[in-house]
């Protein structure tokens, strides 16, 4: 199967720059207001996917000055409301992308569904074991994940401290592509690649003393 095809009937979800979901077969983006609890909700998941959520722990994060109390009310509303959001019928069975389970609580790792952060990082690593081997396929890979990289990760939600260290992962990652591939391509004397790539990466951070001196 044709992989536009595969990206086209699947839910997207944008993680890398403005956070943003579109729906199978459709080209707008969801209506996200960044800071709904819906959203915010979705975001945790997605840093702890693979993980079950105590929902305690969840509420902690979504709730702070509701710890005391433990309400779960809130929270079965909002787990609830995201699954309606995000489920369509697909040819397989209804995905809701949201495992339930009392007192807990995950994205679904088996959700059909593309996640930037997932193809970027997956890129990142072809392209590093091809460099091994073939550098003009491992630059067209390490491209192909550039070109993901329309800004840190969720960069709006600079006040939420479980961002941060995944902001720094995929930064890091997206920098030494960058070092990487430029590398290669002033090697082979492609300069006016290189000068672009190394823009892209001083936008991002433009303090990085071994991206400036490249």
Same mark, same amino acid.
């Given at each position: 199967?044709?992989?536009?095809?595969?990206?086209?009937?699947?839910?997207?979800?944008?993680?890398?720059?403005?956070?943003?979901?579109?729906?199978?077969?459709?080209?707008? *983006?969801?209506?996200?207001?960044?800071?709904?609890? $819906?959203?915010?909700?979705?975001?945790?998941?997605?840093?702890?996917?693979?993980?079950?959520?105590?929902?305690?722990?969840?509420?902690?994060?979504?709730?702070?000055? @509701?710890?005391?109390? =433990?309400?779960?009310?809130?929270?079965? &509303?909002?787990?609830?409301?995201?699954?309606?959001?995000?489920?369509? @019928?697909?040819?397989?069975?209804?995905?809701?992308?949201?495992?339930?389970?009392?007192?807990?609580?995950?994205?679904?790792? %088996?959700?059909?569904?593309?996640?930037?952060?997932? @193809?970027?990082?997956?890129?990142?690593?072809?392209?590093?074991?091809? %460099?091994?081997?073939?550098?003009?396929?491992?630059?067209? &890979?390490?491209?192909?994940?550039?070109?993901?990289?329309?800004?840190?990760?969720?960069?709006?939600?600079?006040?939420?401290?479980?961002?941060?260290?995944?902001?720094?992962?995929?930064?890091?990652?997206?920098?030494? *592509?960058?070092?990487?591939? *430029?590398?290669?391509?002033?090697?082979?004397?492609?300069?006016?690649? &290189? =000068?672009?790539?190394?823009?892209?990466?001083?936008?991002?951070?433009?303090?990085?003393?071994?991206?400036?001196? $490249?």
């Amino acid at each position: 199967i044709n992989n536009d095809y595969q990206l086209i009937n699947k839910l997207r979800i944008h993680c890398l720059g403005a956070f943003r979901i579109f729906k199978p077969g459709e080209s707008v *983006a969801l209506g996200i207001v960044s800071k709904h609890k $819906m959203w915010l909700l979705l975001k945790l998941l997605i840093v702890k996917r693979g993980l079950l959520t105590p929902t305690e722990e969840i509420i902690d994060y979504l709730w702070p000055d @509701q710890r005391k109390f =433990r309400d779960t009310a809130a929270l079965r &509303t909002t787990i609830s409301r995201l699954k309606s959001v995000l489920g369509f @019928q697909n040819s397989d069975s209804k995905n809701t992308f949201i495992i339930n389970r009392k007192n807990m609580c995950a994205f679904d790792p %088996g959700a059909y569904c593309w996640l930037d952060i997932e @193809q970027f990082e997956n890129l990142c690593k072809i392209g590093h074991q091809q %460099g091994k081997n073939n550098r003009n396929e491992a630059i067209e &890979t390490y491209l192909r994940a550039i070109e993901l990289y329309e800004g840190d990760f969720l960069f709006e939600d600079t006040n939420l401290e479980w961002v941060v260290g995944v902001r720094e992962y995929y930064r890091r990652l997206f920098l030494d *592509a960058i070092k990487e591939v *430029a590398s290669w391509l002033f090697e082979e004397k492609d300069f006016s690649q &290189t =000068r672009r790539l190394l823009e892209k990466a001083t936008k991002i951070d433009p303090y990085n003393e071994e991206i400036v001196t $490249m």
